[in-house]
Each structure stands twice: as C-alpha cells, then as structure tokens.
C-alpha cells in the first residue's frame, strides 16, 4: 500500500470480530515493514507508526503498540485498548479503567441520569488510600480531576461529567443496589486482576478466623448475581476457589440478605490479586509470612 491511499480509522469503539471504522483519511505508511502477524491481521512499522491491516483493509494506524508473542496491543481513548490476537480482535480495559469500574462497584456509585440532567460519579470511603486511588484512575482514563470534600465524616470523590457517565454505565458500572456486572468480556488477566483487587479493597474483608491463628478472606455483598460472576472470574482466570453463602439473617435486621465469598485458596489470592486497602495489605502479609515460614 503506496502513500495516499484512503485509511478509514476506526473511532473510539471497537466490538468483538470487526472494527467500527470512521470515514477519517489517513496517508498509509509508505512501504511499511511487516513485522508481526495474528491470523488474518497483519502488522506493519513505518514513518508514521504502527499500520494494523487486515487483507487488503488498513484498520487503523496508531502511534505506539505492544507486541507480545501471542497478542498486539494498542491504545484507543478514555482507557480502552485494542487487542489482538489469532481469534481476532476486542476492546479490553486499561489497568486504570479496570480500577475505576471495580472500585465504582464497591464504593461508588453513578447518579442521575436524562430524568434529571444531572451526571454525577462519586466514590465515599472510610480509607482515604483508596479515594486518591479512584481520583487517579479518573483522570488517568478521562482526563478530568474529581473534586474532594468529607461527606458524613468520610472523605469522597466527586464530578459532573456526561460523557464519563455514560461511558462507565455503557460497561454496566453500578448507578444503584444490585446493578453493576463485572466487565469480564473487557478484561484481560491483568484487568481482571485489578477489577478484583479494586472491589476487594472496597468490599472485602481479611478477619482472624474464629480459632485466631489463621485469617479468612471474603467478599461481602447483597449483589448475589455480582458476587456468583466474581467466583466464576477468580476460578477460571486465577485457578481460585471460593465458597458463596449467605450471611445469617441475624447480621443484618431490616436489611437484605447479604452474601459471603470466603476465598478457599488464601495464598494464591494473596499472591495474585490482594488489595490496597492498608488494613488488608497488612494482614495479607502475614498469611503470606506464614506460608513462607
């Protein structure tokens, strides 16, 4: 493909199988090295960056990529990245996005809506660690820097922002109780990773158990159907095993039934997903102590 051919660069959005592409022109990288290739996609490195083409078709040119032994990587807008592989190509989160969706889930929340024309995204925790967190994957994925106030002596980070509203609620962020799903079709190990350390930190616990030598490790939540999705990701991502039951009634009067994800495998999620609340971090430490003791 010769200089001043016609490139269609694909917009923000990519679906499984095929590019959503714009009609944007773009000059193709004259004589462009192939230098990588994943079934029908080939990669191509020229003056102007990388050339992603599939057969005859540039599916975009991009300024950086990632090219590992079975997959590409590349980076779109508002923390999304483009994968591809041998079965074809996907969005996936960035680490960030992952982040801000699993704490969204925790602690956070996403208000308003057309009804009201209001577009509010606010996180509240005990743990100040984890609202620096959040005000920092926002900005990482969109830009943009949350307001900080204390909100019933806790503190909380906030904004007004449509196009970070729809953005997260479009990928099932939670706007109310019992709402939110886990992104797995956008994540890779690595996000899927942080997705779990990051609702860990906000709803998980790490208690001595009953004999106190040993510590349990739980999720906790009222969202059953999220908590059953969190089992099936740490089992066929991580190869860890868990328990789901509810929590007796007697711990929650006048409330929902709530739900408990004890982790069966301790050292492995300890290892692999743990958290960044500062009590946690602590007590996974001593489990981790132990086994190496």
């Not at 660069?9 to 714009?22: I, N, V």
């Not at 996005?97 to 889930?105: I, Q, S, Y």
């Not at 998980?204 to 159907?225: E, P, Q, W």
């Not at 409330?255 to 982790?263: E, M, Q, V």
Request: with cysteine.
């Amino acid at each position: 493909m010769g200089a001043g051919n016609r490139v269609r660069q694909f917009e923000h959005r990519f679906y499984q199988g095929e590019p959503s592409l714009s009609d944007a022109v773009e000059t193709c990288n004259e004589g462009g090295e192939p230098i990588a290739k994943f079934g029908e996609y080939q990669i191509l490195s020229g003056a102007d960056g990388y050339e992603l083409v599939k057969g005859r078709r540039t599916v975009g040119i991009f300024k950086e990529a990632s090219i590992e032994s079975e997959r590409a990587i590349f980076k779109l807008s508002t923390g999304m990245l483009l994968e591809v592989t041998d079965d074809g190509t996907r969005e996936i989160f960035t680490k960030a996005k992952a982040g801000l969706h699993g704490l969204t889930a925790s602690d956070g929340s996403l208000y308003g809506g057309r009804r009201t024309h209001s577009y509010n995204i606010r996180f509240e925790s005990e743990s100040p660690e984890l609202v620096d967190l959040y005000s920092e994957y926002f900005e990482d994925v969109y830009d943009r820097q949350m307001q900080r106030d204390i909100d019933r002596g806790f503190p909380r980070a906030m904004i007004g922002d449509k196009m970070a509203f729809y953005d997260l609620k479009n990928y099932s962020a939670k706007t109310g109780p019992y709402t939110w799903d886990v992104p797995i079709a956008y994540l890779d190990k690595e996000g899927a990773a942080e997705w779990l350390k990051c609702f860990f930190s906000g709803d998980g616990t790490v208690k001595l158990a009953c004999a106190g030598k040993d510590y349990d490790i739980a999720f906790d939540s009222t969202h059953r159907a999220g908590l059953e999705q969190i089992q099936a990701l740490l089992l066929e991502e991580f190869g860890i095993r868990s328990t789901l039951k509810p929590r007796p009634r007697r711990d929650r009067p006048g409330h929902r039934p709530g739900y408990n994800l004890r982790i069966r495998d301790e050292v492995k999620f300890a290892e692999e997903i743990g958290s960044y609340k500062k009590e946690h971090i602590e007590r996974l430490k001593k489990i981790l102590e132990k086994k190496r003791g």
